[in-house]
């Protein structure tokens, strides 16, 4: 009980008081749904406006087009192992052969029936790991069927699609259950379900379930209705907000047939204008401080911008601009082989799939932004994401824009994150990137890690010196606890504490500031000084300070620790799976298939290497994954101010 009001207690602390105005009055609210005893919608009005023929999609003529034939067909087995009720969803396999909406088969906890917006899914005791349930509610996997249904036109696809959508109705009676517990997965279900209706329209189930008797529009309506009434404000208006207002855009254009659907269409659409440019940064990066959301949040303004385009009602030069910033930022983080930087958390979440699970989350991606918006990123290899871009806008043809690989070093000041780099876009380029931003987005900053001055490493595009993931959010508290802690990033952890304090799953008491002194970029190569206060806290404050020198092939990190005091000083850097270790005197040989690397390391540490241990060895790829990889660690208790130097010596 006591850790409770405490969590409550921090919580009030992070919100303003018109925030905490608002939140009364839903509460209020919520108070009166709760005893309402009959949820009827109004009927759909279908005398105004024909809804197929005012939609200007059509399916896209694949045989004009150079579609990757192995996408298709990987499309098609996924959509497959759907009919036979096989599953993998966040990286997590299961069978259900009668799907059900409300279980989490990791845990096998199944919340109860009750009021959904007052359900406390957080608690693993109650909901197992809520993400998982909600993934399934997402729909996503109904997108395939449907599309597989129309690439190939056999019912069984269809049929599938309508009778999952008939039990979904029928157990997810509203507003009750874990599935009416989240503005966002509402957001996000209406986004599956419209693109179910473009591709199920000339199927024998589209009348019974969009018809002007179709079984989903009462459904549809009390998703608009809550997502307008319970949307994301204040301290929590990140990703969730965008994904929400996009949901709801989007599906109010598509079916404008209730009487609120004109005052909805501008609220998300104004709501969207503005938060495009509030949730990032000039440089096109989130402000969030986790990669993965960069990814998430475009997916939904992308797709918003694309069907007010389609109606001919764009949004404004500006919205577009911002969306065109955060493509094509996107190569500049990215290294030789072309992978994306996994700091912050990272939960594989989409805003629409009709593309197989398993492929380029950015081909599609890249394809709309050079048709949309000139995007000035690469052409993705072997046609890769053609079919999903040709099936959101079929209209719209690939620009001829001169791309320009990212050439040496990149500071984007604004985020706080430096790339150093030698031989850069070279099979042996070698890529570091360092964080000295700040901890995240508003008053709560839910997604940051405890990372300030962390970096990774990768050589000739094989990351070497990761940061570890995410892993999980609910279920498992002590590991989400150990993946965004100061201990699972590559810096310097004093007193076995923080840099920043936590309060919560997704909510920080007290954040560390981290500051830039100096950035020298050099031929091959940049140094990089910055410092972080997140340790000031303590009795006998300290300031971390470090310098990070890449000079062609060998990097540089020298630590300053100032203040006064003795303290517990733990130096940690981790690496990939693919890595194999081994510490011999004041020295570190990694060596993976494709190269080996030493690190001289300061003698003034005792140094060891661990690998699957309760806090140290891990590594996470996805939401839901987690393996053992080695963590090297510099243990000393001293007297401060102290200084130490690494260098990493690539051969």
Not at 324 to 331: Q, S, V
Request: aromatic share 10%.
């Amino acid at each position: 009980m006591k850790e409770k009001l405490g969590w409550y207690f921090d919580r009030l602390r992070a919100m303003s008081p018109e925030e905490i105005a608002t939140r009364t009055s839903l509460a209020i609210k919520k108070k009166i749904w709760q005893r309402r005893s009959r949820w009827i919608s109004p009927q759909p009005n279908f005398h105004e406006v024909n809804l197929i023929e005012r939609d200007s999609w059509d399916f896209p003529n694949l045989e004009l087009e150079k579609i990757n034939e192995a996408e298709k067909e990987n499309l098609l087995r996924e959509a497959d192992r759907y009919l036979e009720g096989k599953y993998t969803l966040l990286n997590f396999d299961f069978v259900e052969p009668e799907i059900d909406w409300h279980l989490d088969p990791q845990t096998g906890k199944r919340p109860p029936l009750e009021f959904g917006p007052n359900l406390n899914y957080r608690d693993p005791s109650l909901a197992g790991n809520a993400k998982n349930i909600w993934e399934k509610n997402r729909h996503h996997h109904l997108t395939i069927l449907a599309l597989a249904y129309r690439l190939t036109k056999q019912e069984d696809y269809a049929l599938a699609v309508e009778k999952q959508l008939q039990s979904w109705i029928k157990t997810n009676p509203v507003p009750l259950g874990i599935n009416w517990s989240s503005s966002l997965e509402l957001g996000v279900r209406l986004i599956s379900w419209s693109w179910c209706d473009r591709l199920l329209r000339d199927s024998s189930v589209h009348t019974r379930l969009f018809g002007s008797q179709g079984l989903l529009w009462s459904s549809i309506y009390w998703h608009q209705w809550f997502i307008v009434q319970h949307y994301s404000q204040g301290s929590s208006a990140n990703n969730h907000l965008i994904g929400e207002m996009a949901g709801l855009f989007i599906t109010t254009y598509l079916w404008p047939v209730f009487p609120e659907s004109t005052s909805w269409q501008s609220l998300s659409r104004k709501s969207l204008e503005q938060e495009v440019s509030r949730q990032t940064f000039e440089s096109g990066l989130n402000r969030e401080q986790a990669f993965s959301y960069q990814i998430f949040s475009l997916e939904f303004f992308l797709l918003a911008g694309l069907e007010a385009e389609r109606l001919s009602d764009s949004f404004s030069p500006t919205y577009k601009d911002w969306v065109k910033r955060m493509l094509e930022i996107i190569p500049f983080i990215m290294d030789i082989g072309g992978n994306l930087p996994q700091y912050g958390d990272g939960d594989d979440g989409m805003a629409l799939q009709l593309r197989p699970i398993n492929s380029s989350r950015l081909d599609w991606l890249f394809h709309l932004g050079r048709q949309w918006l000139g995007a000035k990123v690469p052409l993705p290899s072997i046609n890769c994401g053609l079919l999903t871009s040709r099936l959101i806008c079929s209209s719209l043809q690939d620009e001829v824009v001169t791309v320009e690989s990212p050439q040496g070093s990149v500071s984007l000041d604004d985020a706080g994150l430096f790339v150093l780099a030698s031989q850069r876009g070279q099979e042996d380029e070698v890529f570091c990137l360092a964080d000295a931003g700040c901890l995240g987005f508003l008053s709560i900053a839910a997604h940051g890690h405890a990372d300030a001055l962390s970096f990774t490493l990768s050589v000739g595009g094989v990351p070497i010196i990761v940061d570890p993931g995410t892993y999980i959010y609910h279920a498992e508290p002590q590991w989400r606890d150990y993946f965004r802690s100061t201990k699972a990033h590559n810096t310097i952890m004093v007193d076995g504490v923080d840099q920043s304090e936590p309060a919560g799953i997704f909510l920080w008491k007290q954040k560390a500031q981290a500051k830039v002194l100096s950035w020298e970029e050099k031929p091959e190569g940049a140094i990089l000084l910055a410092e972080h206060d997140g340790y000031m806290r303590l009795k006998e404050g300290v300031v971390h300070r470090r310098s990070l020198a890449l000079e062609n092939k060998s990097l540089e990190i020298k630590d300053d620790i100032q203040g006064n005091g003795s303290h517990d000083l733990e130096w940690r850097i981790h690496f990939s799976p693919q890595c194999e270790l081994s510490l011999k005197d004041n020295s570190c040989i990694v060596t993976w298939s494709e190269g080996r690397l030493e690190i001289n390391l300061d003698s003034q540490l005792e140094w060891s290497l661990s690998r699957g241990e309760q806090e140290a060895g891990w590594y996470s790829s996805g939401f839901n994954r987690k393996q053992m990889s080695y963590t090297l660690s510099g243990l000393i208790s001293a007297n401060v101010p102290i200084s130490f130097s690494n260098v990493v010596k690539i051969g």
